[in-house]
């Protein structure tokens, strides 16, 4: 996999940087097919609904439990649990244990920019261009 292991953090800053504002990228070379792969991956993580609540809700260095993100979406539980082990195991989020409960939040301070450039993608007062 190259320099961005799975989990590492680092494909998410690949991902903001190479893939969703490519403006700012120095190189305008092509990248290594293995990191396009990678940041696919990253992305196809995200491409949920829930998901992308779930993100919505550990934004800004939120942390919460199952029990909580469960009950703010409205959703069942083991379908929250299920959303949550996709996102971790993609290392979109990272998890803490304290006794009885797991803790989740984002893995990484890019991803909050990511998740403004989503809801930023569903303006629906903006013209098309």
Avoid at 56 to 70: A, D, F, R, S, W
Wanted: proline letters at 3%; hydrophobic letters at 35%.
């Amino acid at each position: 996999m190259g320099e961005f292991a799975k989990g590492d953090g680092q494909e998410l800053k690949y991902v903001y940087i190479c893939i969703l504002i490519p403006a700012f990228m120095e190189d305008k070379t092509i990248p290594d097919i293995e990191k396009l792969k990678i940041a696919a991956g990253i992305l196809k993580s995200i491409a949920h609904p829930m998901r992308i609540a779930i993100l919505n809700l550990l934004k800004g260095g939120k942390k919460m439990t199952v029990t909580e993100i469960q009950e703010l979406l409205g959703i069942e539980q083991a379908s929250t649990s299920h959303h949550l082990g996709i996102l971790r195991d993609r290392g979109v989020l990272s998890s803490r244990r304290d006794g009885k409960n797991t803790w989740y939040y984002l893995k990484n301070d890019i991803l909050n920019q990511v998740v403004d450039c989503v809801n930023r993608c569903t303006c629906t007062d903006q013209d098309p261009e």
